[in-house]
């Protein structure tokens, strides 16, 4: 079996999460969302979890926002993991440094599983998936919450004619992201039932584009692309990229945007219980009966 490209530098991404993990609230805006949105799924949802794992999580989004909710009552046990123990310092309650490609989860022990914002960082998205749905007990639940495609878009494009126009190449310096339609598919092919798929798009204004990479840093969201290039950005394709992105997005009150797509994606650990698909054929009624119309097979053209 063909082992998946590796794409991120997850030492480096350690590294980072550690740096930020003091001032992670000051930009964790993002995170919060994501958080306050899985607990609305879960809310809707009746039935309890005993056992459940928050993965990646940072300073404690979901568990803040479950605490405010009546969702809380549906949980027993949250166990918190993160890949930087920085992160999860200082807080009481369950908590367990994982990295979220090795999860070190007995198979069928957890009920619900929830990760905001933190699996777009691994190198096989599908394989950790996988260990998420095996870990659950059968029709246990995951909630999970990544950034998608057009996350950044408008620093993606100025990085890259900057760095070209006065360097006479570019390198990629951000992140690449899942499309938005990725999201139920990715689901299915872990091999979790009944995927669902949404995405909530974010439009962040800064004063100024440099306010934008201190949140980035703030997040430990900076890249950490393996293939990345040694060289450093440098001073003249940095202010360069900072006057395009003004250019071109900033809005009528000299503000510019940032945009941040979020995709959130629901799923159940396969159980025999779970609604099926009815089979080719099985249907009771004819289409052709509800439509008040005439059935005619293929190619058979309308009469007069």
Not at 66 to 83: G, W
Not at 168 to 178: D, E, I, K, L, M
Request: charged share 25%; with cysteine; aromatic share 6%.
């Amino acid at each position: 079996m063909t082992a998946p490209p590796v794409l991120f530098d997850r030492a480096l991404h350690r590294r980072r999460l550690d740096r930020a993990a003091a001032g992670f609230d000051t930009a964790g805006f993002l995170k919060a969302r994501a958080a306050a949105d899985a607990v609305d799924r879960l809310d809707a949802i009746l039935r309890r979890f005993p056992l459940a794992v928050d993965l990646g999580a940072r300073s404690g989004a979901f568990a803040q926002a479950l605490k405010d909710s009546d969702a809380a009552a549906k949980i027993d046990t949250l166990i918190e993991t993160d890949l930087s123990a920085a992160m999860l310092a200082g807080r009481p309650g369950p908590r367990l440094v994982v990295d979220e490609e090795r999860l070190p989860f007995a198979p069928e022990s957890l009920d619900l599983v929830v990760s905001t914002l933190a699996l777009h960082w691994t190198n096989d998205l599908v394989g950790a998936l996988v260990q998420i749905r095996r870990a659950l007990k059968p029709d246990g639940l995951f909630i999970g919450a990544f950034l998608g495609g057009a996350t950044l878009t408008e620093l993606r494009q100025c990085l890259l004619e900057a760095e070209s126009e006065i360097s006479g190449g570019a390198h990629q310096r951000v992140s690449p992201f899942a499309d938005g339609f990725d999201g139920a598919g990715l689901l299915q092919r872990a091999g979790f039932a009944l995927p669902v798929s949404d995405v909530d798009r974010v439009t962040v204004r800064y004063a100024h584009p440099l306010s934008l990479l201190k949140d980035l840093r703030a997040m430990g969201e900076t890249s950490v692309l393996a293939d990345r290039s040694r060289k450093p950005l440098g001073r003249k394709v940095l202010f360069r990229a900072l006057d395009l992105y003004q250019q071109r997005f900033a809005q009528a009150d000299g503000k510019v945007a940032a945009t941040f797509e979020i995709i959130t994606v629901t799923g159940w650990a396969p159980h025999e219980s779970q609604q099926k698909p009815l089979k080719p054929g099985s249907a009771k009624a004819r289409l052709a009966d509800a439509l008040k119309t005439t059935e005619r097979s293929a190619g058979e053209k309308p009469g007069g």
